[in-house]
């Protein structure tokens, strides 16, 4: 299956992504901006909830949900599907 065309935008704010194919947008707060940021690049699961735990302070358990959570809403609103995800496990 061929990758949709995704673009995305970042600040310290927060972020948008944009599935320029469906025409769907989804709005980031600052930690999901991050955590796009960090599966676009390719790092696993445990690397995104180390530098989450880092950059927001939280606990690897805070870090982890907000992970999940994350991943599942990305589904939900069918920016990505599981295949298209970067860095899943």
């Not at 909830?49 to 609103?77: G, H, P, Q, W």
Request: hydrophobic letters at 35%; one cysteine or more.
């Amino acid at each position: 299956m061929s990758r949709e065309r995704i673009c995305s935008t970042h600040t310290g704010d927060g972020g948008i992504i944009l599935n320029i194919d469906q025409g769907k947008m989804f709005s980031l707060n600052a930690s999901g901006s991050v955590i796009f940021q960090l599966l676009e690049k390719g790092f696993n699961n445990e690397k995104i909830i180390e530098e989450v735990m880092r950059r927001f302070e939280i606990s690897a358990d805070l870090a982890k949900r907000d992970l999940d959570n994350f991943r599942e809403a990305l589904k939900t609103y069918a920016l990505f599907t599981d295949s298209q995800l970067p860095g899943s496990e």
